[in-house]
């Protein structure tokens, strides 16, 4: 079974300029979230979603970030316009519905790297 | 609101030597407990968790963590570290959140093992 993918493993822009993470869980997985992790702080929630709705974008921090899960399956996450604030590490997770194996245990894909100068 | 303390931000240990890691939550429900591994330069990989049952959870690695609920800790244990596990640790509780098998994970600050020879 692939595990979460995500991609750009790495991306450096200026600010201002527009950067879309894309993340692919594991198949057959109903939710899907994105987390942060600001340089040496703690890794944060940012939105979960349950097929292609959002359930809970609580932890979006304005409104320059948009995520998107069109037809329940890959997500990205735009920041427009990029600030500096915004560099970080940003994680993708899934995980299966209630009642199939693996239920309630997040997996996580490597992260993707976030550099804004 | 949850939140996890960990309270060691940098461990370092000679390698074979016994290792706890701290981490300690609040919480006024019911909880499920992770830790969660972070290796360099790779992604988040789940080390054991904590949903019910034993307190004592073995997990991948040789890792081990007691769930404590009067003092609100899950600290993770090895007896005899090796040089693989320098790593990046994460304490993590769910924040009660069960819609559709979800969880939304509220993480401790982290905790860098390093392993000397």
């Known amino acids: 079974e692939a595990g979460v993918t995500q991609f750009p493993s790495h991306s450096v822009i200026e600010k201002g300029q527009t950067v879309t993470l894309r993340c692919d869980p594991i198949?057959?997985?109903?939710?899907l979230y994105w987390y942060r992790r600001v340089m040496g702080k703690e890794i944060k929630f940012l939105l979960h979603?349950?097929?292609?709705?959002?359930?809970?974008e609580s932890g979006m921090p304005n409104n320059r970030f948009l995520a998107e899960r069109t037809g329940g399956t890959y997500s990205t996450l735009k920041v427009q316009p990029a600030e500096l604030e915004d560099s970080g590490v940003y994680f993708c997770?899934?995980?299966?519905?209630?009642?199939?194996?693996?239920?309630?245990?997040?997996?996580f894909g490597a992260g993707s790297r976030l550099t804004v100068l | 609101a949850q939140s996890v303390t960990q309270l060691d931000s940098q461990v370092p240990v000679f390698e074979e030597a016994p290792v706890e890691l701290r981490c300690n939550y609040s919480?006024?429900?019911?909880?499920?407990l992770f830790w969660y591994v972070q290796y360099p330069n790779q992604g988040l990989q789940l080390l054991l968790k904590?949903?019910?049952?034993?307190?004592l959870v073995k997990g991948i690695n040789g890792f081990e963590a007691e769930f404590n609920k009067s003092q609100t800790s899950f600290h993770l244990r090895k007896p005899s570290v090796h040089i693989s596990d320098t790593a990046e640790y994460f304490c993590?509780?769910?924040?009660?959140?069960?819609?559709?098998?979800?969880?939304?994970?509220?993480f401790g600050q982290g905790t860098r093992l390093t392993i000397n020879p």
């Open positions: 997770a899934s995980s299966p519905q209630q009642g199939r194996s693996g239920a309630n245990v997040l997996t």
């Open positions: 198949s057959g997985h109903d939710n």
């Open positions: 979603f349950v097929k292609e709705s959002k359930q809970d």
């Open positions: 919480s006024s429900v019911s909880v499920y």
């Open positions: 904590y949903l019910s049952g034993s307190t």
């Open positions: 993590a509780v769910s924040d009660g959140y069960l819609i559709q098998g979800a969880q939304k994970l509220v």
